[in-house]
């Protein structure tokens, strides 16, 4: 039930980032060639809802199964190695995530005194999309890291 409810929130996130980064953007076309009058920050939060787009955008992908290469990898091997297969390409996801949540944590520190030039915004805020992609990527990891480890063959005894 957990999973279902981060994977539609996730889903409903990505929808609203893309949508207010097109907005964004067609606002700051509308404005810049048709009103001629250039709005300052709209570059900027373009920019930072791309981040966070990509971030809850790869998270999304892991619960469509969209990481092609590890689909094409693991079919490359005979059905009976698939599931161990399928269960080291999830286990290295898992450790990326992790080590990415733990290195982005020790950047943001750095970049808590530090502001947006444009926004004025701490620089915190467009970082923060790291961690957050990451810890929805372990969430949508772990059921499908278990699910392969199930697919493993067992010898009868």
């Known amino acids: 039930m957990f999973i279902r409810w981060v994977e539609k929130g996730s889903k409903v996130l990505l929808g609203t980032l893309i949508g207010a980064m097109a907005t964004v953007v067609m606002l700051q076309v509308f404005v810049r060639y048709v009103l001629k009058v250039p709005l300052f920050w709209t570059e900027e939060l373009g920019r930072y809802l791309m981040i966070w787009a990509g971030m809850i955008g790869a998270a999304v992908g892991i619960s469509y199964g969209a990481h092609a290469s590890i689909e094409m990898v693991v079919k490359l091997f005979p059905r009976r190695f698939q599931g161990g297969l399928g269960a080291l390409m999830y286990l290295l996801m898992l450790v990326f995530a992790v080590l990415t949540i733990v290195a982005s944590i020790s950047l943001m520190q750095f ?14 805020y467009p970082y923060l999309a790291i961690p957050a992609g990451c810890m929805i990527m372990i969430i949508l990891i772990i059921p499908r890291f278990i699910e392969m480890i199930r697919r493993i063959p067992r010898k009868n005894r």
Do not use: D, G, N, T
């Not at 970049?111 to 915190?124: D, E, N, T, Y």
């Open 111 to 124: 970049l808590k005194f530090q502001i947006s030039p444009a926004m004025r915004i701490p620089m915190v």
